[in-house]
């Protein structure tokens, strides 16, 4: 049974810094992918970036690149995303999700590449 668990999110001001953590489990990620998707209240989930498993090649939303890293722990079945230089509009729900199909070539960005879903963590930034 495959699980997402996010963790992390929290109350930052502007400038300042978290790390969100996404546990995956009952899939072996090798085949797949993990992407970190955000959602600010009445807007669309918009994709942040993504790692594959096999080779641990990373994309990023134009508007994070610089500011965020995604990383992947196998041993601790974790994917962290490394969040920067936060700004007002980086607030929002963020979720991890994973493909149900093996994933082919570089992962992407776009919500219906995504099936499985955790339950999301709240990142605000506020002054």
């Known amino acids: 049974q495959v699980q997402l668990v996010e963790s992390g999110g929290g109350l930052v001001q502007p400038g300042g810094s978290l790390r969100l953590s996404c546990a995956y489990s009952?899939?072996?990620?090798?085949?797949?992918?993990i992407a970190w998707f955000r959602q600010a209240p009445g807007k669309e989930r918009e994709g942040v970036s993504c790692?594959?498993?096999?080779?641990?090649?990373?994309n990023y939303a134009g508007s994070v690149k610089g500011r965020f890293t995604i990383s992947v722990d196998v041993a601790k079945r974790m994917v962290y995303l490394q969040l920067k230089n936060l700004k007002p509009e980086d607030a929002g729900v963020y979720y991890c999700?994973?493909?149900?199909?093996?994933?082919?070539?570089?992962?992407?960005?776009?919500?219906?590449?995504?099936?499985?879903w955790g339950q999301g963590t709240h990142v605000t930034v506020s002054s």
């Open positions: 999700g994973t493909p149900i199909t093996t994933i082919q070539g570089p992962c992407g960005l776009t919500e219906e590449e995504y099936d499985y």
């Open positions: 009952g899939f072996n990620l090798y085949y797949y992918a």
């Open positions: 790692i594959n498993g096999d080779d641990g090649s990373t």
